[in-house]
């Protein structure tokens, strides 16, 4: 089966980095994303890892090891409008997407 | 930029009612994809096609919901009767490979 966990809420303050940690139990691992979601919208991609090691694009970095079935992403400088719901989502071999149950960030002045 | 087209945005139905929506993919797109989010929780996939055909339907609950994508390009989902934990955010995405682009989905409330 899958199994995908990420802490429900975190909050940080502007300008300050937050690392949100992603673990996951699958078979035929074929990759991870991370998307995020404004409250009433559709979720955005942000970042996709498929070897081991650190993604870094802009502001935000994203980290997989997958001997550990272990995700982070990374946000760095954090600006109000970075409050949001953070997804990570794995891809199974022959499936769609399965996502967690996402981390709502709360970024406060 | 290409985008995911739903329609309607918002829908509130009656408990006992027919709802349909209607998803139109990116250009090219063969996978499309039916989520269903309830608050606070992470999309759950209810039906995936390739091109016309259903490829998963295991979470689809068929008694009541049924999906549609006659010509392979644009896609409905029609729920007959709603019930009131039907009340979500339904999403639809489109993909040519693993990243998948997400239209900005139908939020239903069923009262």
């Known amino acids: 089966g899958q199994n995908i966990d990420q802490p429900t809420e975190m909050t940080a303050t502007e300008g300050a980095i937050v690392q949100i940690n992603c673990t996951y139990q699958?078979?035929?691992?074929?990759?991870l994303f991370w998307y995020q979601q404004h409250a009433g919208e559709a979720p955005t991609f942000l970042s996709y890892?498929?070897?081991?090691g650190l993604e870094e694009k802009g502001r935000f970095s994203s980290f997989l090891s997958r001997s550990k079935g272990y995700s982070y992403l990374l946000l760095k400088e954090l600006q109000m409008k970075d409050s949001a719901s953070y997804l990570c989502a794995v891809n199974q071999a022959g499936t769609a997407l399965i996502f967690g149950k996402g981390t709502t960030l709360s970024v406060s002045s | 930029e290409a985008e995911v087209a739903q329609s309607p945005r918002y829908k509130i139905t009656e408990k006992s009612q027919a709802v349909a929506f209607w998803c139109d993919p990116i250009?090219?797109?063969?996978?499309l994809y039916w989520y269903r989010q309830i608050l606070g929780q992470g999309p759950e996939l209810l039906v995936q096609?390739?091109?016309?055909?259903?490829?998963?339907d295991s979470q689809l609950p068929k008694d009541r919901f049924s999906a549609e994508r006659l010509k392979g390009v644009d896609s409905t989902l029609k729920i007959q009767p709603a019930e009131l934990g039907d009340s979500a955010m339904y999403l639809c995405?489109?993909?040519?490979?693993?990243?998948?682009?997400f239209g900005s989905g139908t939020q239903l409330s069923v009262l």
């Open positions: 890892n498929v070897l081991d």
């Open positions: 096609f390739q091109d016309e055909s259903v490829v998963d």
């Open positions: 250009s090219g797109h063969a996978t």
């Open positions: 699958t078979s035929g691992f074929n990759g």
């Open positions: 995405a489109s993909s040519t490979g693993e990243k998948l682009f």
